[in-house]
């Protein structure tokens, strides 16, 4: 029992961050129905741009975690959306009336540039980076079950990311033109509403939230390489459509869902490690069998 | 119900003897489909006899389409059966299809990259038997299959007026083109009853009358057609009988004349009642 | 994808016009200073091509400090010269092939220049050779663009509409006899394209090709070609297949690009199985080396390699079989539950499916020997046709007098695999089942009310797909004679798939070229071996950009890439009907 709270708090620490990525997958999924291959990979580069700011601080200040931790943060998130931006205006714009395929062929590349270029141009990119952890490090205690700091910073993070979310997206103008955009692209045109911008402020919400999930994965693991954003970004993806893609809650729910359940499975079941990265499949696949519009139902309009 | 029965006279059908009331092919029985808290259709009755032209009209909304989709099985009614010559119809829209009821839709879905003759082809696919086996070893009999059924297709088209063009895709033709090509496409299924979705939206007086004497010459081959219009003119001159759906309930059902005359019908479509 | 809201579009378009009229302004030349400059220019990259282009030898190939000959890369800018030279003769027509084909001088010059200084240690290593041809080929760009701009002010567009005219073609003798030479030409330069060994030659190389077909398709060349070829489309085959038989007897033993070609061989053989899949029925499929795999693996363990775990050895044309079965059973377990799904949720799962493999095949220790895989796979031996000998793919023989390498044999098996794919594809694709695919591509809904069932023809063209991916995937492991988990990674699924598309989707030579394209080019770029990935990855992004529809595309596919779907503008066409009761009601019997 002991042991279960334990993996059961682990699990929604992954599952938090699981959740941060997958929102932006679902909101941009739910405005262009474009399945954004490449955001996996801007939550690595908001990690890479939090850890090049760290460097470059003096060192006084790199060990003050109340002062680098903010800037960290700015510049993951700042790094990130710059990313997200350029590519949605250079790669994504010019695609949104081609088929799919092309589209999601256009999104692989986007993926395999960013990834090739945090290797060849980050100093050292090749090779791991060990990130800081900032926050005090040590335990504290409920029970019998520990709970490392940095965990609890990250699920609080993580929760007021998705309350400010929520707050947006349905008490903000620009919220609500969102939701007109997803609904239906070319009556929100004839309202006033400038899609282009929308899509744009879509892909930076959700860069945002991704850079916000960056920075904390470098705290927990302590390291960061140029390729997690490739398994991240996937089961991100899973996880948002586990929940019914296009739906903000559910993407939330799918991700903890997703963490929870990987390290119960990797726990409890003999020799569950070494098939770790499984059973997130395995769970999208059974649950998309038995509900093909996720736990939540899908957000995303269809029109016949 | 019972008045429309006796008053419908088959002044068109000159191959039926007598005074045997034409066959019933299709029945649609208390077909209800619930969108949400929505009643869509709610217990909608409904048939067609052989060699019949029948016209569906109502206001936006009433649930014209939504009742095409649940005879071809795009939408599952929450009630009700529809029956073909009798047999229950298994609500998938391949089995309709294969049943023989072919349908056009509101918005034309051609298969746009297709030439119009594989468009046709694609209408003979529950008349063809032929598998992979059968494809890959290419003996006679594939060829023999394969040669009719380019020629069917290519009567069809010819039918409706068209040309098969080797280098032409469908989404270059024009639009009333695209509207006929649609028409030879279902009528490749060789259906019993045919379901036409506004066949004339945004055709010019001289389309519309086209597609007029098209409709009749397709009742003529013996096909039973059921037309959905908004264009009154058309349906009036057009249809043997006319079925008034308003807010997923029938609201009339008689010849046109009847139906001109019901006063439900005129409230229907002007929102008050003109006594 | 949702349609692009057309008038967002025209101001960001409009915004950028602003831009360039600037720079158009400045730039703008006078009809007689636009043939100086172009004709100057044209003396400069001819002066250029017999001129040094680095100043001193540190190692630079080709000889580039001799002047008097045009050694190394600069001989690349003699064709494409030429063609400029013509071209000033079709202007204003050929105002468009003649900016490609200058792009494709600036871009030979560029890149050489660039390469000198960088191996040179400075731009002092650059001689004046290289600064002219630079020069050159600025100026005849200039000269051309000039051109363009007049034409896009005047909005005569001319050199655009050649797409749509009708292709006049000569005699059928004359057909024939142009297939007779274009073919045998054709396999002498790619054959002179391997042969090509230093990166700076090749890259030349290449920009020469492509420029000088970008320019000539702006001329409408390959719709003629393409046209031609469609006439002749057995002839063309067949002497393509004997140019492709008879290309081992031309390598003097030498393996080498044998086996650069079987791999090419039986990933274009996989990439027509994927084809069925993703071009013909428009499913996506994202864990397509799985099957591959499976494939391998079941080859692998049936032919007794050295480090197996299973100790039989079973006929090849039986693990062939066998292969392809298993193969074909998996796809349907993998396809049955999910192609109910939309096509983003198969890709997924797909995905996902291929992850699973991958994994399973990493940690099942007992029969796959995890991360380690399966080595020492045994050459194929087939009973001979000739003696009771089986033939053994491990010898090497001699046949007319010529000793072919081992790898002849695989080579042949591979065209034998290619052949036998393409057969099956096109036989299922013009055929009841191809057209339901289509039909399902095209229009799901539409499709299953013509009565396709759409669940059993995506089932059967996913399980088909995958046997034929598992039947090249048994070749695939008797060739590398070694299975491994890392073998069949995400990014072979994505190469497939990007060579399928690359090529052009729903066609064989596509199918061949995008494999082509994809395992002969790597080898040909070692020296950008550490940004090989980087490139492959852009030039994604900028294949969908400028020519989504691949290289070879479905002629009449082409459309879909390029225009709006007519169906979007149905909805605009449609009438009022509710007024019309309202006019029309007075009694009025058959009234039209």
Known sequence: MEQFAQQFVNGVVLGAMYGLIALGYTMVYGIIQLWNFAHGEIFMVGAFGGLAVWTALPESLAENAFLALPLIFTAAVFTATFTAVLVERVAYRPLRSSPRITALITAIGVSIVLQESVRLFYPDGKRPQSFPGLVAEGNFSIGDVRIPWVSLFIVIVAFFAMLLLQAFVHATKTGKAMRAVSQDPDTARLMGIDVNRIIMVTFAVGAILAALAGVLQGMKFRQIDFHMGFLAGLKAFTAAVLGGIGNITGAVLGGLLLGITEVMATQYIPQGSAWKDVWAFIVLIVVLVFRPTGLLGEDVSVRA | ?275 | MTPVPPSASHLTSRHKTNWSEMWRSVLRLSGRWRFVLGIAGALFVWTAAFSPWASFAFGYPGKMTLSGFPGGARVYLLPLLLLVSLLFFTLPVGATAGVRAALGLLFIAGYNFIAISWEGDGVDAVAWGAWIALLGSLLLLWAFASFLWEEADGRSLSGQTAGHTAVKLPDPIWQMLLVFGGVPALLICFVYALDVEESSRFVSLICCLGAGSAALSSLGFFNWTSELLARQRTFAVILLLIAALVFPFTQDGNGYWLRVLISVGVFASAAIGLNIVVGLTGLLDLGYIAFFGIGAYVSALLSDADFTTVHVRVPFLLVLLIGATVAGLVGIFVGAPTLRLRGDYLAIVTLGFGEIFRITMNNWNGLTRGPNGIAGISDLEIPSLFGSTPLNFGDAHEVFGVSLPNFANYYFLCIFLFIGMAILFSRLGNSRIGRAWMAIREDEIAASSMGVNPVRFKLLSFALGASMAGAAGTVSAHVTQQVSPDSFTFMESILLLAAVVLGGMGTIPGALLGAGVFYLLPEKLRAFQDVRMLMFGAALIIMMRYRPEGLIPNRRRKAEFREEKSRFSAGFLKGTGELDLMQQNPVQEGGT
């Open chain 2, 1 to 275: 119900m019972k008045s429309v029965d006796s008053d419908f006279s088959p002044s068109s059908l000159s191959g039926l003897a007598g005074n045997f009331p034409p066959r019933v092919l299709l029945r649609a029985s208390g077909l209800t489909v619930r969108f949400g808290g929505l009643l869509a259709l709610d217990a909608v009755d409904f048939e067609v006899r052989e060699g019949e032209i029948v016209g569906l009209i109502g206001p936006n909304g009433a649930g014209k389409t939504t009742f095409f989709n649940c005879l071809t099985g795009l939408v599952m009614p929450d009630e009700g059966e529809v029956r073909y010559k009798g047999q229950l119809l298994v609500l998938r829209p391949y089995k309709v299809a294969e049943a023989g009821l072919a349908r056009t839709f509101q918005n034309i879905r051609l298969f746009p990259n297709m030439t119009p003759l594989e468009n046709v082809l694609v209408g003979r696919h529950c008349h063809t038997k032929e598998g992979v086996w059968s494809a890959l070893w290419r003996g006679k009999r594939f060829r023999e299959a394969e040669a009719s059924a380019r020629m069917a297709a290519a009567e069809f088209l010819d039918f409706v007026g068209l040309v098969p063009d080797e280098d032409l895709s469908a989404h270059s033709l024009s639009y009333g083109d695209q509207r006929r090509l649609e028409i030879a496409r279902a009528l490749a299924c060789e259906p019993g009853v045919l379901l036409l979705d506004e066949p004339t939206a945004g055709m010019n007086p001289r389309e519309t009358q086209a597609m007029l004497e098209l409709v009749q010459q397709i009742r003529d081959r013996g096909v039973a057609v059921v037309v959905i219009e908004h264009d009154m003119r058309f349906i009036f001159s057009l249809c043997d009988r006319i079925v008034v759906l308003d807010s997923g309930c029938k609201l009339s059902e008689g010849t046109s004349v009847e139906v001109r005359k019901d006063p439900r019908v005129i409230e229907a479509y002007l929102g008050i009642s003109p006594e």
